[in-house]
């Protein structure tokens, strides 16, 4: 520290001169002031976006008007395609579905499990193969050919008559199947009634409600594939067939390692149609040939055999329509109670807040009241437990209790 105990003086800048704002003399002040809200209130206005361009400016926006466009593209395919009726006529009728497998899983499941599956396949048989006369009238033959690449077999063997008409004799049907290894399995013969007392010809059958026979079923096809296997392969123990294992049986051969087990039979075969009329004239609607599969469509089938996939299709646009009434209905009733609350303010807002969350309190006392309620009970029925005389105890108590009935004069019963 220096001797000398006076501080030296600070050196202070002089102040630097301001120059005064402008002066701007306006002669109309209102007028001005009006335009300059004006232009900013178009500025503004130009710059302020709309709620169709924030709904585009986001990836979420987008993704949920492209789902919205496509749901509502599919609602108006759906009600452009599907009857009116589809309800009552085709969902609510077992026999719309009876060519379907029960309960069948979807093709992408059998593929993502890797098991063997045979798809549901049905063939439109129209037009026969060949046509020879003979003297009662003539024999038209039908082919359809029926392709087995893989290990399963179809679940079910259906053919459905759409149509026939006729002038005098009914026509004769024989369904037999013809398989790779040579065989011919002869399957069912299909009787068609002749003419009722008074009927007029031509007769027709089966236009109004086609005749279904499950070729599988007829015993006549048991009959036939045991004798084929005990004629072509005499050698290999063959299993009892059953109508149950009939399917089985004609899409395949007996193993022969002797476990009396049936393989499946890979190649092509030819399910052949004979049909006897005895006029030329006479007529057969196009027939339809179904092989049930052990999959089915894009959602399978349920109990009933129907397809999931269609009943969902068809309840699409109803799905849709009270999805839309319910978000539109909420998004009124919360607009409304906003713009009242924000207007009125005050206990309006506390009556409109009560309103919102009153069920949820609703809610939460009788959460509550049920557990207090289960509480005592348990309380109560653990109080009645402890309490319970045991036999024993019970039986010296009756006796002490008719003891002093009995000493005071009363009967002891």
């Known amino acids: 520290?220096?001797?000398?105990?006076?501080?030296?003086?600070?050196?202070?800048?002089?102040?630097?001169?301001?120059?005064?704002?402008?002066?701007?003399?306006?002669?109309?002040?209102?007028?001005?002031?009006?335009?300059?809200?004006?232009?900013?209130?178009?500025?503004?206005e130009g710059q302020r976006p709309s709620a169709s361009r924030l709904l585009l400016a986001s990836v979420s926006g987008r993704l949920g008007l492209a789902m919205f466009a496509g749901m509502l593209v599919v609602s108006l395919w759906?009600?452009?395609?599907?009857?009116?009726?589809?309800?009552?006529?085709?969902?609510?009728?077992?026999?719309?579905?009876?060519?379907?497998?029960?309960?069948?899983?979807?093709?992408?499941?059998?593929?993502?499990?890797?098991?063997?599956?045979?798809?549901?396949?049905?063939?439109?048989?129209?037009?026969?193969?060949?046509?020879?006369?003979?003297?009662?009238?003539?024999?038209?033959?039908?082919?359809?050919?029926?392709d087995i690449a893989g290990d399963a077999a179809p679940t079910s063997l259906n053919l459905a008559l759409n149509g026939v008409t006729f002038n005098g004799r009914a026509p004769a049907i024989l369904v037999s199947l013809h398989r790779p290894d040579g065989g011919e399995v002869r399957l069912a013969s299909i009787p068609?009634?002749?003419?009722?007392?008074?009927?007029?010809?031509?007769?027709?059958?089966?236009?109004?409600?086609?005749?279904?026979?499950?070729?599988?079923?007829?015993?006549?096809?048991?009959?036939?594939?045991?004798?084929?296997?005990?004629?072509?392969?005499?050698?290999?123990?063959?299993?009892?067939?059953?109508?149950?294992?009939?399917?089985?049986?004609?899409?395949?051969?007996p193993s022969q390692d002797a476990s009396a087990a049936i393989e499946p039979l890979a190649g092509d075969y030819r399910l052949q149609i004979q049909a006897v009329v005895a006029d030329p004239a006479d007529e057969i609607a196009p027939m339809r040939l179904t092989l049930g599969g052990t999959v089915f469509g894009i959602m399978g089938t349920d109990g009933l055999g129907r397809d999931l996939w269609q009943g969902l299709l068809y309840g699409f646009p109803v799905a849709l329509l009270i999805a839309a009434l319910t978000s539109l209905l909420s998004t009124l009733i919360g607009a409304s109670l906003g713009v009242v609350s924000g207007f009125a303010g005050g206990a309006t807002v506390a009556d409109a807040r009560g309103l919102l969350f009153e069920r949820e309190r609703v809610s939460r006392r009788r959460r509550f009241a049920g557990r207090?309620?289960?509480?005592?009970?348990?309380?109560?029925?653990?109080?009645?437990?402890?309490?319970?005389?045991?036999?024993?105890?019970?039986?010296?108590?009756?006796?002490?209790?008719?003891?002093?009935?009995?000493?005071?004069?009363?009967?002891?019963?």
């Open 192 to 253: 068609i009634r002749g003419p009722r007392p008074g009927e007029v010809a031509p007769y027709r059958r089966f236009y109004d409600v086609p005749e279904r026979i499950s070729l599988a079923n007829d015993p006549t096809a048991v009959d036939a594939i045991s004798r084929f296997y005990a004629d072509t392969y005499p050698d290999i123990t063959s299993p009892p067939i059953t109508q149950s294992t009939v399917l089985d049986a004609l899409f395949g051969v």
């Open 78 to 146: 759906v009600l452009l395609t599907y009857p009116v009726d589809f309800g009552s006529a085709r969902w609510s009728s077992p026999a719309w579905w009876a060519n379907n497998p029960r309960n069948a899983p979807p093709i992408w499941a059998a593929r993502l499990t890797g098991q063997p599956a045979f798809p549901q396949t049905s063939l439109v048989i129209a037009d026969p193969a060949e046509i020879t006369t003979i003297q009662a009238g003539e024999i038209r033959l039908f082919q359809a050919p029926i």
């Open 372 to 413: 207090g309620l289960g509480a005592l009970r348990r309380r109560g029925a653990g109080d009645r437990r402890a309490h319970q005389p045991s036999a024993g105890s019970g039986d010296a108590g009756a006796q002490k209790g008719a003891a002093r009935r009995f000493r005071h004069g009363l009967h002891p019963c």
């Open 1 to 44: 520290m220096s001797g000398n105990t006076h501080p030296e003086p600070l050196n202070v800048a002089p102040p630097v001169p301001m120059q005064a704002p402008p002066t701007v003399i306006v002669d109309q002040p209102a007028e001005d002031a009006e335009e300059a809200a004006a232009a900013l209130e178009a500025r503004t």
